[in-house]
């Protein structure tokens, strides 16, 4: 086989630019797309074999070329992909009251960024019989979210993909799976002002308090993961959806046993 690619989408988010440094000290080819800005991930435009390229992940013609042009320049297939991308409920309110554009707008971008990638992606590791995949689903998809429906929707639905494209590649050696935190331990500040901002961090402590571990999930620890799935040891693990919560999953499981 040639030289393997990794693919990270939303490489400048805070997530994904932690993930982006960890790839990069692999000193193997990396591709890094952002949408819009990459102050997070700058000083890895100079690192031998890794590039980064402004995307708009909800166009397959954005996406297509970016791909082919990294694999080209690289000299090297795409192998692996995180995709850690995603447009979240900014509006915050119950679907009653939702603007029917804004909720359009999440679920539609977040499977069509989903899709894309995976389009682009999936014929380089089927015709190579080698492939992992992981990508970001959210515990959400277990609890639903309140006055976040459309964002739990999109992650249900990214979930499912998970599924789905297991069946269809795992005889190709091409495994797929999906990481689902809670909510991570990230400078909210940095993503949001106003009423939202407000919104996600009671949201983000009512969590802490309720989960048994009494923490919110590290970015170190969803590295641990990515990187256990992204192994070329791995054989029969795919279809997943790896819930990282703390232990909150199975206080609710426990609540709906006691209710039955």
Sequence with gaps: MKNKLTILTGANGQVGSFIAHQLAEKNAPLLLLYHKNFNRIEDLADKEKVMLISCNLEKLEDVNPAIHYAAENL????????HTAAIRSYDALPLAQT?????????SSNLEMAYNVLRTCLPFMLQEKFGRIVMFGSNVVQTGLYRGSAYAAAKAGIVNLVKSIALETASSNVLINAISPAPVQTVLEEEYTG???????RYFE????MSPTGKLVSKEEIWLFCNLLLSEKLENFTGKDIIIDGG???IQQIKGSEIQ
């Design 75 to 82: 000299a090297a297939v795409p192998a692996f992909l995180i």
């Design 99 to 107: 603007n029917p554009e804004i909720f359009k707008e999440v679920l």
């Design 195 to 201: 009423d939202y901002l407000a919104f996600r961090k």
């Design 206 to 209: 009512e969590f802490r308090q």
């Design 248 to 250: 909150f999953s199975a």
